[in-house]
């Protein structure tokens, strides 16, 4: 038995502490159990003579005895004592030695695309710095008293039906019946409830989307340059990714055709409204040519279409899901650039056999969703406020586009190719071979700018002398002094 005098200090009571002495006292057994401090079939003192030693009262130490004899760390034998339970398992490792996590745990790919270095972190707490970003919304231009009373207003009415439990389909139907109105009125999709499964976001949209249709080995397109997280999903199901080749007009219909001779193509993974990042738009013929190419070689094209209700030249394309005709195209999309990130709602648009499936899949790893946010945004869209805050806003950032392109004109003048875009959120621009833009994206954090390299776009890691610029979430003034420090960085190595 361990020395009597030792009680105390193996213990390790912690007097400073604002619990019970009871509960010390039987946390810190337990905690001498588990150290392996105290092994199996250790006899420890009587109650009296624990008392004594611990210097407290002793139905302090018979209360912590049968707390810790309730929960199995010890056990009393009569006429013999109080001994620590022989069935625990000993401890597996040496005493204060720091052990990595057991069993070990699956390679996980580092995804350029989501790391950030300590400067950036530290860049985000700062308030002069400026981020070009991928083209996300501008929070600030949110209508917040409106978000406020369609919120408290959506919470009145859930209490009142008692909708908020988990499992309300009422709150689901209802957001999915009003997506399914605006799809058809404002981009031509024939779809109805029963056509949308509602996410938590794009990326869960897409996995629970490829879940579906990728079996490891099966061979899936994606652009040349294209949206990182979607290719690391396909490549975590198992995918054999296949490049296609790009051009000024987008994908080349031409390569995917050779393709699809070479390999027994699975999918096709593609943003043709506003192309991520180059923000292409696909035009008619191709639309046509590859939906004709999907239909003779019967593979699957993944349409997203993540900020459809920015086009600021002419009538938005209709997707390419909306053509009755085609059987091949699941669509993607989502309410993030139009109420930013913080309202998270993503949709899946596909027969609804297909629907019914991915209902399942989204039941077992989605699980419910937010009655309440999911009853203000079907609000929001049925009585117009989401249309009239589009409209609002696309004006103002049609005009930052424009303050934009004038600014890096100013700046870089010949040394860049901007193609201005008909639609989306952000300005991709191309440097002459003498910037390497890759080497000088760190330097520019240095400036309180930050901005990402074009490679982290190329699933295979290949250079990109060129930057995506999201111009919607800074101001007028912000978007001036973020092109002014991003001139300094690159001009300073021409």
């Given at each position: ?12 009571l ?5 619990q ?37 009262n002793r ?14 760390w010890?056990?009393?034998?009569p ?12 401890t ?6 720091q ?10 790919a580092?995804v350029?695309y989501?790391?950030q ?11 002069d ?23 408290r ?11 908020v ?41 897409l ?7 990728i ?15 979607a290719?690391e ?8 990714l296949v ?5 000024d007009?987008?994908?080349?219909t031409?390569?995917?055709?050779r ?21 292409v ?19 699957c094209?993944i ?23 085609q ?48 009853k ?7 009585q ?10 696309s ?5 930052r586009r ?18 201005e ?33 074009a490679?982290?776009f ?15 979430s ?5 978007i ?15």
């Open positions: 038995m361990v020395q009597m005098r030792k009680w105390r200090p193996l213990l390790k912690d007097e400073n502490t604002h019970a002495s009871y509960r010390k006292i039987a946390e810190g057994l337990v905690a001498a159990i588990v150290d392996g401090r105290l092994s199996p079939g250790t006899l420890l003192p009587g109650t009296r003579e624990m008392a004594q030693l611990l210097d407290v139905k302090t130490v018979i209360l912590a005895y049968e707390e810790a004899l309730t929960k199995g010890l056990i009393s034998e006429r013999r004592g109080t001994f620590v339970n022989t069935q625990l398992a000993p597996p490792t040496p005493r204060g030695a052990q990595s996590f057991a069993p070990p745990l699956l390679e996980q580092n350029a989501f790391t270095n300590a400067q950036v972190i530290a860049l985000q707490h700062r308030h710095a400026l981020f070009f970003d991928n083209g996300a919304c501008d929070h600030r231009l949110l209508p917040q008293a409106v978000l406020h009373r369609y919120y207003n959506a919470l009145r009415k859930s209490f009142t039906s008692n909708c439990r988990y499992g309300s389909e009422g709150t689901g139907y209802e957001l999915r019946c009003a997506l399914a109105q605006m799809l058809r009125n404002n981009r031509g999709l024939p779809v109805n409830a029963e056509n949308i499964c509602l996410t938590p976001g794009t990326q869960v949209s996995f629970l989307t490829a879940g579906l249709l079996q490891p080995g099966d061979v899936v397109l994606v652009e040349r340059l294209s949206y990182p997280p290719w999903i396909f490549r975590k199901l198992g995918a054999q490049m296609v080749d790009m051009d007009e987008g994908c080349r031409d390569h995917i055709e393709l699809c001779h070479m390999h027994n193509v699975r999918m096709i993974y593609l943003t043709p409204h506003h192309q991520f990042p180059t923000t738009s696909l035009h008619a013929a191709r639309r046509q040519q590859l939906l004709a190419l999907a239909a003779q070689h019967n593979f094209v349409e997203e279409d993540y900020d459809h209700e920015y086009h600021f030249n002419g009538r938005p394309y209709l997707p390419l899901a909306s053509d009755h005709a059987r091949h195209v699941i669509y993607i999309g989502s309410l993030s650039k139009a109420l930013g990130a913080t309202f998270r709602c993503s949709y899946v648009v596909a027969p609804a056999s297909v629907i019914e499936v991915l209902q399942r899949s989204a039941a077992l790893v989605v699980g419910d969703s937010d009655a309440v946010a999911q203000m945004l079907a609000d929001l869209i049925n117009g406020e989401l249309k009239k805050h589009l409209r609002r806003v004006k103002e950032y049609a005009a424009e303050v934009l392109q004038s600014c890096l004109q100013e700046a870089f003048g010949d040394r860049i190719r901007v193609r875009p008909e639609g989306g959120l952000a300005l991709w621009v191309r440097f002459e071979d003498d910037t390497d833009v890759d080497q000088r994206v760190n330097a520019a954090q240095d400036q309180g700018i930050v901005v990402r390299s490679r982290q190329s699933p295979m890691n290949l250079p990109e002398n060129a930057l995506r610029l999201g111009f919607a800074l101001d007028r003034d912000e001036r002094q973020a092109t002014q420090r991003l001139a300094r960085v690159l001009n300073a190595h021409k």
